[in-house]
């Protein structure tokens, strides 16, 4: 059973900072793609951050360019997003999502329709 648990959001001022974590089972986690996206309320899901399997190539969303950092862990299933710089604008539910693609050197695919499976998100609230 494919499983993807986010953890890490919170209630931060702005200007703070915050890790999100994203442990993934069910799956070969070293085989995904592994990718953030985001939704704020009343506003569509969006693509954060992306990074390849092997963790080689990232991308990100031009509004997070800069103060978002997307890593990985293959040893520990696990995917992390460091925000920084944190401002009202980020406040939204964050999702995990995970896009089978064992091959490729850079990552491929931002839009929500490229990702097979999701996590049920975190919230992230950020206070002015």
């Known amino acids: 059973q494919v499983q993807l648990v986010e953890s890490g959001g919170g209630l931060v001022q702005a200007g703070g900072s915050l890790r999100l974590s994203c442990a993934a089972s069910?799956?070969?986690?070293?085989?995904?793609?592994m990718g953030w996206f985001r939704q704020p309320p009343g506003k569509e899901r969006e693509f954060v951050a992306a990074i390849n399997y092997s963790g080689g190539s990232r991308d990100y969303g031009d509004s997070v360019k800069g103060r978002f950092t997307i890593s990985r862990d293959n040893a520990k299933n696990t995917v992390y997003l460091q925000i920084n710089s944190l401002n009202p604008g980020d406040t939204a539910t964050y999702y995990c999502?995970?896009?089978?693609?064992?091959?490729?050197?850079?990552?491929?695919?931002?839009?929500?329709?490229?990702?097979?499976?999701w996590g049920k998100g975190t919230q992230v609230t950020v206070s002015s």
């Open positions: 069910g799956f070969t986690f070293s085989t995904y793609q």
């Open positions: 999502s995970a896009h089978y693609n064992p091959l490729s050197r850079v990552v491929i695919g931002t839009r929500t329709m490229d990702y097979e499976y």
